[in-house]
């Protein structure tokens, strides 16, 4: 019997004995939107790697720098894939804040990311929620809500930030973000981060060991391995960087803190 009591937020479909990446990135942020088994498993990452806490918010962090330098270039539309359970800065409120115009479109495959996506959103129509897998990128982009939200034929931003790294190769990940840039009009970009392969085997051993537990395992790449998402496309000024390294504002000195080089990050223009 689930130990767990469920709110009335949390759909009968999740296991909520059963850690979830959404759920265990909206603690490690200080989030609410998360149960007793995310919660222990958000500790046991942390004795792991320790600068998980530093990590997340340097990735949304970047995820704001990056709406911003976007909207900056012109861009009014965003498709956010795997883009989680709603925090501190979410990108409709950052883009918005910027031109009330602008329009979002929220994908992720985890429910409680989608309930409260949803919720936050029921005042908005400029910008909506789905649950829609990436592994399977026409059911995002011939989604009637997507197809309402944004339009194909005028440049946008897709968003795959800090969700590779939960696609494992056998999944098709470079083929799904080919099938997605193939459906952007020129003069879209692609914003994406990626945990990257930690330089200590021990510590990506525990990492791997403690993913296997969760709904979805944590998958390591290279630099290398991450730059190839990025192919045909122009990468932007810094190129591909430790997260904190992208565009920092003046006198942010987070990219000599802990967790800076846990993930990197890029944007890159369809030309
Ligand atoms: C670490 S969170 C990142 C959230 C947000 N993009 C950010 O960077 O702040 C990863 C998100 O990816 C989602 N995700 C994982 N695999 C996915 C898939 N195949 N399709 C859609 N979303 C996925 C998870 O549910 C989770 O919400």
């Known amino acids: 019997m689930a130990s767990t009591e469920r709110p009335n937020w949390a759909p009968e479909s999740i296991d909520l004995e059963r850690p979830n990446a959404a759920r265990i990135y909206d603690y490690l942020l200080g989030g609410a939107a998360n149960f007793a088994a995310d919660r222990e498993f958000a500790e046991q990452l ?5 600068e998980a806490r530093g990590a997340a918010r340097m990735n949304r962090a970047f995820l704001n720098r990056a709406v911003r330098f976007c909207v900056d270039a012109g861009i009014r539309q965003f498709l956010d894939v795997g883009s989680g359970i709603p925090t501190a800065g979410n990108v409709h409120e950052i883009a918005q804040r910027m031109d009330p115009s602008c329009r979002v479109l929220y994908a992720d495959v985890e429910p409680v990311a989608v309930t409260h ?5 029921r005042d908005n129509d400029q910008a909506a929620a789905i649950r829609a897998d990436f592994t399977d990128p026409d059911s995002v982009l011939d989604n009637e809500t997507t197809r309402r ?3 194909f034929d005028q440049p946008m931003a897709l968003l795959l930030v800090a969700v590779l790294h939960f696609v494992p190769d056998d999944a098709q990940p470079y083929d799904a973000v080919a099938r997605f840039v193939s459906r952007l009009a020129p003069g879209s970009y692609l914003v994406l981060s990626h945990s990257v392969e930690r330089p200590s085997e021990e510590q990506a051993e525990g990492i791997d060991r403690l993913y296997d537990r969760a709904d ?3 998958v390591r790449r290279t630099h290398a391995e991450i730059a190839r998402f990025y192919d045909g496309l122009e990468m932007v000024e810094p190129g591909l960087v430790n997260t904190p390294e992208w565009r920092p504002e003046p006198n942010d000195t987070s990219a000599d803190q802990p967790g800076a080089d846990v993930a990197i990050a890029g944007v890159a223009r369809k030309p």
């Open 149 to 151: 939200v944004l339009d």
């Open 216 to 218: 979805a395992p944590g």
């Open 46 to 50: 942390l004795t792991v790697l320790p």
């Open 117 to 121: 996506s949803e919720l936050m959103l």
